[in-house]
T-cell receptor, first 112, second 113 residues
């Protein structure tokens, strides 16, 4: 499989559940990102990892917890979410020397 | 922080016609990069075209071209000979020299057969 993959594609969870989103990139990139995409809003950058080190955390609530065990895998651990956290969560990767980001298909998250 | 503005939430174009999507951005940097991404209904975001700010020549990729006006901080996308497969959300994006990415709110393009 090539490119950036994300699982699951759809997730429905209650406010008291704990779940994790997974992202894997097969491009040999050294940077990975989590974005939140809500309707009529710009993509919101949540977390950035460069060479497995977190370099960005844009004031994301602690109910979102990222994990990057290696440069190919990125997780977003979710717990005690709120209904307003329902959105499409996109993972992306990039490589130093390559200008653009490559995106995964996203996980559609619904918090009930 | 840099901001990217797409003032057209929705656009429509007749098949085989030409459409232009607008994008403006705000920055104090001189070195940066601009992109147009396409997100079809299946949701995978893919790169359409990119422009380096230091290049004066407008980028072109087949039916897609940009009109980059650096002084005006404008970066519009022109789609020629529109096809049904061009229907998607289009996002304008800015990348700083420090590898920070900023996206606009998107323009939903409908192609009318």
């Amino acid at each position: 499989e090539t490119g950036v993959t994300q699982t699951p594609r759809h997730l429905v969870m209650g406010m008291t559940n704990k779940k994790s989103l997974k992202c894997e990139q097969h491009l040999g990139h050294n940077a990975m990102y989590w974005y939140k995409q809500s309707a009529k809003k710009p993509l919101e950058l949540m977390f950035v990892y460069n060479f497995k080190e977190q370099t960005e955390n844009n004031s994301v609530p602690s109910r979102f917890s990222p994990e990057c065990p290696n440069s190919s895998h990125l997780f977003l651990h979710l717990h005690t979410l709120q209904p307003e956290d329902s959105a499409l969560y996109l993972c992306a990767s990039s490589q130093e020397g390559i200008l653009e980001q490559y995106f995964g298909p996203g996980t559609r998250l619904t918090v009930t | 922080a840099q901001t990217v503005t797409q003032s057209q939430p929705e656009m429509s174009v007749q098949e085989a016609e030409t459409v232009t999507l607008s994008c403006t951005y705000d920055t104090s940097e001189s070195d940066y990069y601009l992109f147009w991404y396409k997100q079809p209904p299946s949701r995978q975001m893919i790169l359409v075209i990119r422009q380096e700010a230091y290049k004066q020549q407008n980028a072109t990729e087949n039916r897609f071209s940009v009109n980059f006006q650096k002084a005006a901080k404008s970066f519009s996308l022109k789609i020629s000979d529109s096809q049904l497969g061009d229907a998607a959300m289009y996002f304008c994006a800015y990348r700083s020299a420090g590898n920070q990415f900023y996206f606009g709110t998107g323009t939903s393009l409908t192609v009318i057969p």
